[in-house]
């Protein structure tokens, strides 16, 4: 029922009459985070690009929430957790697949040292100009673990002033604000949010919820002295409290997903961000950029009194040409990242050299690129110092050919890889919860990938398709062998799929847009143990998700949204032999909202899950963890200055 009434109001809005005069116009975008800039028309990589209209126009609480129903990526709460949540893009699968994807803030690397995914819930959507995703790409300049591709979120740097409220169900409450200054000498912005939620699910008997709240804050500045040159600084924060519950059986998911789970977590966390850096224009041609940020952050899970502080330090130099028929950029990049917990510390260091080109042949674009990287370890604890080095090479080639004014195609090859994560070589025992015990399991080796990703733009002002396919072919995937807790490699493993996405704008009131992927992950070669998964499929993937949306505009203030989002059924995430008894159920949600914006003020409202649709992420059979399991609504006001 949910399905056909989505399906019966774009069919509707489809066979509408078209109108004369269209109010919105459909033009290619600029691609202005990767290394060289270009459009999507001409661009050598499938991608993905949302502007801060996008962003604004979504009302989303966070950037996971705009990923997950607006673009091809999926993201869902780690294990509960939603300010940490798993995104996967590629059919990498639900619990490796945040480490296969590289993601990035103004240049910033977001990626973690251990397991712990990308803490996108510290950008705050307000401060956010553009998101860029580079799918099966990236990995010159995005570097390790750009396998399925890259993510790049960039802030605003314009004049913009606003401030935003929003209430809604389970007592959550937002406020938000932008602050920008914009000239020829001087950049200057502020940003923050505030969000708190009483929570849905309980926690214990007595009927006390997974309450949760967390704030966030950035400053960033750009000073130009001279014309050459390019002085900036930047600093950030965020805290983030949260309480949530574990997992539940099938016979207790399916009696009511708010009721207490299996165990409760209790997470504070929080991290602060200072970053630097110039950049020298030598002549309209030549520049040169440096860039470097120091990040710490701390976790703690209570009752537990052991911390976990993390260091991270990171360092670019790149040199830019850029002329009419050549581009190049070739630099050097360098991490430190060190997590201290109780008596043991871990640390790994990325030292990597890169160069990135593009030639320009009449109305064709070839690319070529080369990344080294060398990746060291260094495990010390009380009676033991254990260190191992591996060197890796990424390598990109890619032609686009314009075909017309508004259509090309396009040819990408991409060899990548992705060195372990500090946690990969560690048993974790919670047996003794809230006790936590690690023990240093082995040295595994990197996973490398090769992928190749053929494609079609047609871009109109009516009408906006893209439409690529894809197959990666992989060594060494990194999984985790849960009879014995130890991470390890699939020995030979591959993928395959398509992704398709069209904007059509039917007349001056309707608009419609389609983003639907396709993929397999099919596991070739791995015995460990007892166990051997040759020839299954890896669990965690959803053959298909496909993101509708519908926009009605009846006159020049007012939108009205209906989506529907959709993800197939899929193994487990731990059925790696594909014979559990209970499967990852499908995933539906329909969402709509409304917004009337006139002048210098903004009204909204939003109803999520509408249908109270339950869903959960199966991690194995009576293991369930409830996510978007029921009906939420917000309503808020924005103002601008």
Excluded: C
Excluded at 57 to 71: I, P, R, S
Excluded at 457 to 468: C, Y
Excluded at 519 to 542: M, W
Aim: charged share 20%; proline share 3%; no cysteine.
């Amino acid at each position: 029922m949910k399905n056909t009434i989505t399906l019966s109001l774009i069919s509707a809005a489809l066979l509408s009459q078209l109108n004369a005069a269209e109010l919105i116009k459909l033009s290619p975008i600029a691609i202005t985070s990767t290394a060289i800039a270009t459009d999507e028309l001409k661009s050598t990589d499938a991608v993905e690009v949302y502007t801060q209209e996008d962003i604004e126009k979504a009302h989303v609480q966070n950037v996971y929430e705009f990923l997950n129903t607006q673009t091809s990526i999926t993201a869902m709460p780690s294990y509960g957790n939603p300010y940490t949540q798993l995104v996967d893009l590629h059919g990498y699968g639900t619990s490796n697949g945040n480490k296969n994807v590289v993601i990035t803030l103004n240049g910033r690397k977001l990626n973690n040292i251990d397991n712990v995914p990308q803490l996108l819930s510290a950008i705050s959507p307000a401060s956010i100009s553009r998101i860029e995703i580079i799918k099966g790409s990236g990995i010159v300049v995005g570097g390790d673990g750009a396998n399925a591709g890259v993510i790049n979120i960039t802030t605003k740097k314009n004049n913009d002033k606003s401030v935003s409220f929003y209430m809604g169900s389970y007592g959550l409450a937002d406020g938000a604000f932008y602050l920008g200054h914009s000239d020829d000498t001087l950049s200057i912005s502020a940003s923050g949010e505030a969000q708190k939620s009483d929570g849905i699910r309980k926690i214990n008997a007595a009927g006390d919820k997974d309450k949760n709240k967390f704030s966030t804050g950035t400053f960033n500045l750009a000073y130009t002295p001279i014309k050459e040159l390019e002085l900036r600084f930047g600093a950030s924060y965020a805290d983030v409290d949260v309480i949530y519950s574990g997992y539940l059986s099938k016979a207790q998911y399916d009696k009511s997903p708010k009721q207490q789970g299996n165990y409760t977590t209790h997470q504070a966390f929080n991290t602060d961000t200072l970053s630097v850096g110039t950049t020298y224009f030598v002549n309209d041609n030549i520049s040169i950029k440096a860039d470097a940020s120091r990040e710490r952050k701390e976790s703690k899970y209570i009752p537990t009194t052991t911390l976990s502080n993390y260091d991270y330090n990171f360092a670019t130099l790149a040199l830019d040409l850029d002329y009419d028929f050549f581009n190049l950029t070739a630099g050097v990049d360098a991490f430190n990242g060190t997590l201290v917990s109780g008596n043991d510390t871990t640390s790994k260091d990325n030292l990597a050299g890169f160069i990135m080109s593009e030639f320009y042949l009449g109305h064709t674009t070839l690319k070529a690129g080369y990344r080294y990287e060398k990746v060291s370890y260094e495990y010390a604890a009380p009676s033991t110092n254990l260190t191992q080095d591996n060197s890796l090479n990424g390598v990109e080639l890619g032609i686009n050919q314009v075909l017309t004014q508004e259509s090309s195609v396009f040819l990408n090859y991409a060899h990548a890889y992705q060195a372990p994560n500090i946690d990969t070589f560690f048993k974790t025992d919670y047996s003794n919860w809230p006790t936590i015990t690690k023990a240093f399991n082995q040295f595994i080796d990197p996973m490398k990938s090769d992928t190749i990703t053929l494609g079609y733009n047609n871009i109109t002002p009516r009408n906006k398709f893209k439409i690529s396919i894809y197959y990666i072919d992989l060594t060494d995937e990194i999984y985790l062998h849960k009879p014995d807790y130890k991470n390890t490699n699939l020995d030979k493993s591959h993928k395959y799929g398509l992704d398709f996405y069209d904007k059509f704008i039917i007349n001056k009131e309707f608009n419609v847009a389609l983003n639907y992927n396709y993929v397999q992950a099919i596991i070739d070669e791995e015995k460990e143990g007892t166990d051997d998964y040759s020839n299954k499929y890896l669990p965690g993937v959803s053959d298909h998700s496909a993101k509708a949306t519908l926009n009605y505009l009846p006159n020049e203030y007012a939108t009205f949204t209906l989506s529907q989002i959709f993800r197939s059924e899929a193994y487990a995430a731990d059925d790696f032999n594909n014979n559990f008894s209970q499967k990852q159920e499908a995933f539906y949600s329909t969402n709509i909202s409304a917004t009337y914006a006139k002048d210098n003020w903004e009204i909204f409202a939003k109803i999520n899950n509408l249908f109270n649709q339950s869903n959960g992420l199966w991690i194995q059979n009576d293991a369930i963890y409830p996510i978007n399991f029921t009906t939420t609504a917000m309503a808020g006001l924005k103002l601008k200055f």
